[in-house]
């Protein structure tokens, strides 16, 4: 069992940036790929970013590509999503996932234990 607890969500100016993060708990948190999805309001949750198990594989969603960056520190049992020049659209609330596979996914399917999410607003 994994537990995901994300933090860094509030409220930012448009063109600002943000750091979200995700600690796990577990000692295996290095066998799990990671993922970002988000979701606004009256909306399906999108995938956002995510990254293979040993950091040195990467994807993103062509609505982030270029702007945010998704990294983890697995002797913090951490994962990170910098966002940089953020937009009014990148408003919701961001969840943290972890997927039993070494090789991240873009599918919300893949993905085995969520956070309870954080909220990103974006303002104009």
């Known amino acids: 069992q994994v537990q995901l607890a994300e933090s860094g969500g509030g409220l930012v100016q448009a063109g600002g940036s943000r750091r979200l993060s995700c600690t796990a708990s577990?000692?295996?948190?290095?066998?799990?790929?990671m993922g970002w999805f988000r979701q606004a309001s009256g909306k399906e949750r999108e995938f956002a970013a995510a990254?293979?198990?040993?950091?040195?594989?990467?994807r993103y969603a062509d609505s982030v590509k270029g702007r945010f960056a998704i990294s983890r520190d697995n002797a913090k049992n951490t994962v990170y999503l910098q966002m940089n020049s953020l937009k009014p659209e990148d408003t919701a609330v961001y969840y943290c996932?972890?997927?039993?596979?070494?090789?991240?996914?873009?599918?919300?399917?893949?993905?085995?234990?969520w956070g309870q999410g954080t909220q990103v607003t974006v303002s104009e």
């Open positions: 996932a972890a997927a039993r596979r070494r090789y991240s996914s873009d599918s919300d399917d893949e993905y085995d234990y």
């Open positions: 577990g000692r295996t948190f290095s066998a799990y790929a």
């Open positions: 990254i293979s198990w040993n950091g040195r594989s990467t």
